[in-house]
């Protein structure tokens, strides 16, 4: 099987091309959010925000939307800043319907990512929430339908995107500035297709690995239903000039972020930028992480 790039042929007979499986839709969030909440729920309040504020377009300027507003009595971060105490957080559904989902009293797993236009953080699907079942949690519903996971289950998937062990796995961690950028379509089976971005960075820190070429090729799968099995969930927004911090491992096609936006953060000054969206709230543990 051959990936087309633009007029490039590149052989993937060992990389795998396959569509999102079916876990793997309601695995997504837990992978990929900015917070990771558990608790019950204390109520559900209606609020109106300008639609295009809610799609974050030009601020203010669409008409009234319904949407609602969750309160949660929080027992437990599994990822995200420290919370406490009652936390609310926006849905991307009318009251009505999230009612239904969110029962006053339910124990709820919640998977949000923050808008930075409404200065709060939102749940935009339902299948980024998992309500307690038994010992386990249903996710639902999802492309795949309700699916039931056991406690330990979820939580190992929240492990593994942990920056210990994404450190631990990584083949090359390098920090750098991004040099260059280019983005090309890419095919796989069946006419599915996907954004190749390809970032050279001007690597000037090496804390793991050894770099054999200076600036480092990086290939990125950003947008597209292509989904070769190396393909994780990344940023989509990228610069000259940035600096990045990347945990990566290398396959037939050259180093790629291997654990996604779990492993590529931007460098803000003394900050670190998680999934280009949030400040990382663990990031005055880097320097003690094992690289």
């Known amino acids: 099987m051959t990936l087309i790039l633009g007029t490039a042929h590149h052989d993937l007979t060992h990389a795998g091309s396959t569509l999102r499986v079916e876990a793997e839709w309601d695995y997504g969030p837990l992978q990929t959010s900015d917070l990771i909440v558990r608790g019950v729920v204390a109520g559900v309040s209606d609020r109106e925000v300008s639609s295009s504020d809610f799609w974050m377009e030009a601020p203010g300027s ?6 609602a507003f969750v309160t949660l009595r929080v027992d437990e971060v599994l990822r995200g800043p420290a919370i406490s105490g009652d936390f609310t957080f926006m849905v991307y559904r009318d009251p009505s319907e999230t009612r239904v989902v969110y029962n006053v009293g339910s124990e709820m797993l919640a998977c949000l990512y923050w808008h930075d236009r409404l200065n709060t953080y939102y749940q935009m699907h339902y299948y980024s929430r998992y309500a307690r079942s038994g010992q386990g949690w249903r996710s639902g519903p999802t492309p795949s339908g309700d699916r039931t ?20 796995n990584a083949e090359l961690v390098v920090e750098g500035v991004i040099e260059s950028m280019s983005t090309e379509r890419v095919y796989g089976p069946d006419s599915t297709s996907a954004d190749l971005v390809t970032l050279t960075l001007q690597v000037d820190d090496v804390k793991k690995g050894s770099v054999a070429e200076n600036p480092l090729p990086i290939i990125i799968l950003t947008r597209g239903i292509y989904w070769p099995e190396w393909r994780r969930e990344v ?26 936006s779990n492993g590529l953060f931007r460098i803000e000054g003394a900050k670190l930028i998680y999934a280009d969206r949030v400040e990382y709230w663990k990031a005055e543990r880097m320097s003690r992480v094992q690289w």
């Open 235 to 260: 940023p989509r927004s990228y610069s000259v000039g940035q600096r990045w911090l990347c945990f990566l491992r290398k396959n037939e096609l050259g180093w790629y972020p291997y654990a996604g």
């Open 62 to 67: 669409g008409p009234a939307k319904e949407v």
């Open 149 to 168: 996971f056991a406690d330990g289950d979820v939580r190992n998937i929240v492990e593994e995107t942990a920056i210990q062990t994404v450190a631990s």
